[in-house]
């Protein structure tokens, strides 16, 4: 477990393994958890600051963030700078906002941005989920629709694993976004966007399918036939 304070240069916490978890109490350059491989990160503004300051509206970390992690833990308090979780193939990450080129060609993964992102997000987009709290209501047109649908977050398990996960960001950084989410949950769940690519839905209704054709299989077979006891 490693405390850290202050400005990160380049390429923070690249290829973090598992085991070993950062929190770091002030912000970071680009490439944050590149390569990120089962590490920890916490990243949140520096404590003492005015009553007033909005980590949603401030930039905390630079551009290029999770670009290929496989998997491991981020929890970011204030905004990604662009193309935040690139080819993110497993991570999970937790962030404010992002710049432009949100989650491009994403292969795996579950991302959850409390707030605004820029244009072109989910770019070539192929695996994992991403969830926009959708704050102006435009999400969708920021959002690249060639390869992925758009959904609204009621499915009761889905939503409450997504709270969940605000809960434990909101206790790991002290987010008054995630806070205002949570207290008002009943009416905010119903601002959040589902990205799911379209790939994604293909292999998981193949697997469904499967699924069903060999219980029917087992279930022929078991079945007594007919003149037996």
């Not at 992002?98 to 795996?108: I, K, S």
Request: proline share 3%.
């Amino acid at each position: 477990n490693i405390k850290l304070y202050g400005s990160a240069g380049q390429s923070f916490c690249l290829f973090l393994v598992a085991g070993i978890s950062v929190e770091l109490e002030g912000e970071c350059n680009d490439y944050v958890c590149k390569g990120l491989s089962g590490g920890e990160v916490v990243i949140y503004p520096p404590c003492g600051l005015p009553v007033n300051f909005h980590s949603e509206l401030n930039v905390i970390v630079g551009n290029v963030c999770l670009y290929g992690a496989t998997s491991g833990r981020v929890f970011i308090r204030g905004i990604a700078g662009e193309r935040f979780a690139v080819r993110n193939s497993g991570a999970t990450a937790v962030v404010e906002g992002v710049g432009d080129h949100g989650c491009e060609y994403m292969t795996g993964g579950l991302v959850v941005i409390l707030g605004l992102t820029g244009r072109n997000f989910a770019a070539g987009m192929s695996g994992g989920l991403a969830y926009v709290y959708d704050v102006d209501g435009k999400f969708s047109t920021r959002c690249n629709p060639t390869y992925v649908d758009l959904f609204p977050l009621d499915d009761a398990k889905e939503a409450s694993q997504i709270g969940e996960l605000i809960n434990e960001f909101c206790e790991a950084t002290g987010s008054l976004i995630g806070e205002h989410i949570l207290n008002h949950w009943p009416v905010e769940v119903k601002k959040f966007v589902k990205v799911f690519p379209r790939e994604y839905q293909r292999v998981l209704a193949t697997a469904v399918a499967k699924s069903k054709e060999a219980v029917q299989r087992r279930r022929a077979i078991s079945a007594p036939r007919a003149g037996t006891t």
